[in-house]
């Protein structure tokens, strides 16, 4: 079965730099959602989209922007690069939260290095 | 948000069961219980999911005390593939566009 895809798996930035994240959710969800998972903790939050409109907002810094576009995919856009956004950036896809079966499923993620 | 509270750790032999609690006394009527596990170097997976019954499917079971103020993942026989984090969060299906990870238990099976 198709599960989320995300690009690239690997990325490597210097400080300052720009950097977008891109996510292909399983065909037919209509939410998708990005989290962001530092060295020894717990995913966080950072944005979500349902229906190619923004549908909730965690603890994303200003510099980071995302969208969802028609065919459903997203990317986050992050720009001026920090050493400390250094981290492993998850995308997951679910249906939405109107419906029963509204478990996510998550991508294999993109490991950020920023040096 | 609606808190959960877990054990920072357990440990389990192979082949025994393994009951995980959580502990949610601010859940409200329309919070579901999720249950989601992160195996080292994966993106997290689902386990399972319910309102107020007692839940099964082919991972573990969930099982959820009549008042709702906490429920426990059981996994009946660990391997060692089910050493991961596992995490208890609630969600409002009807409102929640979002799955806010807190702090997990971190399971880990003895060959």
Redesign the interface.
């Given at each position: 079965a198709a599960g989320?895809i995300q690009s690239p798996r690997h990325l490597i930035k210097e400080k300052r730099e720009t950097a977008t994240l891109k996510c292909y959710p399983i065909p037919r969800h209509d939410?998708v959602?990005w989290?962001q998972q530092g060295p020894g903790q717990?995913?966080?939050?950072l944005i979500?989209f349902?229906e190619k409109m923004q549908?909730?907002k965690?603890s994303i810094p200003d510099r980071f922007s995302a969208q969802q576009f028609s065919d459903y995919h997203s990317e986050l856009n992050m720009s001026s690069l920090e050493l400390g956004d250094s981290a492993l950036y998850?995308c997951?896809s679910s249906l939405g939260?109107?419906?029963?079966n509204?478990?996510?499923?998550?991508?294999?993620?993109t490991r950020l290095t920023v040096v | 948000d609606a808190k959960t509270t877990q054990p920072n750790s357990m440990e389990s032999n192979e082949e025994e069961p393994v009951h995980l609690p959580c502990n949610h006394s601010t859940i409200s009527g329309t919070d579901?219980i999720?249950w989601?596990r992160?195996l080292p170097s994966?993106?997290?997976?689902?386990v399972i999911?319910g309102l107020t019954s007692n839940v099964n499917n082919r991972m573990a079971s969930l099982a959820i005390a009549e008042d709702r103020k906490s429920s426990t993942l059981i996994l009946h026989r660990a391997t060692l593939r089910d050493a991961a984090?596992y995490?208890c969060i609630l969600?409002?299906?009807?409102?929640?566009?979002?799955?806010?990870?807190?702090?997990?238990t971190t399971v880990t099976v003895r060959a």
């Open positions: 989320v939410t959602y989290y717990d995913p966080q939050f979500s349902y549908s909730d965690g998850f997951a939260p109107d419906r029963m509204t478990e996510a499923f998550f991508g294999q993620g | 579901y999720h989601y992160q994966q993106g997290p997976e689902y999911h984090v995490y969600r409002d299906v009807l409102n929640d566009y979002k799955l806010s990870f807190g702090a997990g």
